[in-house]
């Protein structure tokens, strides 16, 4: 295959994990095409998970003014859940960047209060310079949005961060509609790679998306919808000369391979 149809989780990767193994391996997968193709279904998952999850930790900085009480408050999440990974993540990439910035950015210091705002200061850079750089990692930007809206991140008056909008806009109807309803029997494709006795919420959420563009195809495809579609809106439209590439195969694999696609890991 000669083109490589980037999925959010190299898309986390290259932004979000600086200096890295992961970094390392994304951004040496992205030249073993001759076209990387970035959909802004991507970018829209990225801002409402990883990044979202990346100034999760950034607010919590902010309010805590504690690095200690910071670390507490991760640990009081779920354990093992996406948020707390995520968030131990975001330390680890705050650490790094906050190494390389010129001392006179950086609250340097040994009190807790100073090593959170040295944190906090490293997020904020971070997340910002992310977005900035989001489209440019890849040769080619596809399969706009045009109900959905990229707005920038941005520091508010009380130190927080404001990702919104994280999702398309409520009123209108999912633009890929008219594509996927076109399609229905790339639809039950999928839906049937999908175990039906699955116990995973996700897929049963996917499968239900599907069967409701199966079944009632003239239905509104609201953005709950859109995003309960999730791993399968790479899948369908990932062009035929394309392979989906992606650190996860154990979803990605199953839906690309019975609509006669590929997944590869970078």
Not at 27 to 36: F, Q
Not at 66 to 72: K, V
Not at 189 to 206: C, H, M, V
């Amino acid at each position: 295959m000669s083109d490589a149809y980037v999925e959010t989780t190299v898309l986390t990767d290259i932004l979000l994990k600086p200096k890295t193994p992961k970094q390392e391996r994304a951004k040496a997968a992205l030249t073993r095409y001759e076209n990387t193709l970035l959909p802004v279904y991507s970018i829209k998952e990225w801002k409402a998970g990883p990044l979202n999850y990346f100034a999760y930790l950034h607010d919590k900085l902010v309010q805590t003014q504690s690095l200690r009480d910071t670390f507490q408050a991760l640990s009081a999440l779920r354990r093992g859940s996406y948020r707390q990974a995520t968030s131990i993540e975001a330390l680890t990439a705050a650490s790094t960047v906050s190494k390389g910035q010129a001392k006179t950015y950086v609250g340097l210091g040994n009190s807790d209060q100073e090593m959170a705002d040295s944190y906090r200061l490293a997020l904020e850079s971070l997340i910002i310079r992310s977005w900035r750089k989001r489209r440019k990692i890849t040769t080619r930007v596809v399969d706009e949005l045009p109900c959905y809206t990229e707005v920038e991140p941005r520091v508010g008056k009380d130190g927080l961060l404001d990702l919104t909008p994280q999702q398309c806009e409520r009123d209108q109807e999912c633009c890929l509609a008219p594509q996927l309803r076109s399609k229905p029997n790339l639809l039950e494709a999928l839906r049937n790679a999908i175990p039906e006795d699955s116990g995973r919420r996700e897929d049963q959420k996917r499968r239900k998306a599907l069967k409701q563009l199966i079944k009632h195809p003239k239905e509104i495809v609201d953005r709950e919808t859109c995003r309960n579609l999730g791993d399968a809106i790479f899948a369908f439209f990932c062009p035929r000369n394309a392979v989906i590439l992606t650190t996860n195969l154990r979803d990605h694999g199953p839906l690309a391979t019975s609509i006669g696609k590929k997944a590869e890991k970078p």
